[in-house]
């Protein structure tokens, strides 16, 4: 089992760059496959993007592709997210999960665990 804790949320201005961080404890954090997701106020939970084992394979929802990146330390046993040039659409709360196929995943029900949520709020 893996514990994972979210942070680095927070309120900015459309344009504004804000890099998100999971931290991971428990089982060995690159025994797994990693990825974020995100959900606004009203809507589903939604994937943005994942991170194979090893850090060497990514994939991103087009909504945020050339956006955001997706990296992890495994030394350090966290994931992290940078956003980059943030619309007031990207209001959400966002997820940090673990995957034990080891292999980067779009799909939410390949993730086994899954943190709290950090709040993300964009003003325009």
């Known amino acids: 089992q893996v514990q994972l804790v979210e942070s680095g949320g927070g309120l900015v201005q459309a344009g504004d760059s804000l890099t998100l961080s999971c931290a991971a404890s428990g089982r060995t954090f690159s025994s797994y496959a990693m990825g974020w997701f995100r959900q606004a106020p009203g809507k589903g939970r939604v994937f943005l993007a994942t991170?194979?084992?090893?850090?060497?394979?990514?994939y991103y929802a087009d909504s945020v592709k050339g956006r955001f990146t997706i990296s992890r330390d495994n030394a350090k046993n966290t994931l992290y997210l940078e956003m980059n040039s943030l619309k007031p659409e990207d209001t959400a709360v966002y997820y940090c999960?673990?995957?034990?196929?080891?292999?980067?995943?779009?799909?939410?029900?390949?993730?086994?665990?899954w943190g709290q949520g950090t709040q993300v709020t964009v003003s325009s």
């Open positions: 999960a673990a995957s034990g196929g080891k292999i980067a995943t779009a799909h939410r029900i390949d993730y086994d665990y």
């Open positions: 991170i194979n084992w090893i850090g060497i394979t990514t």
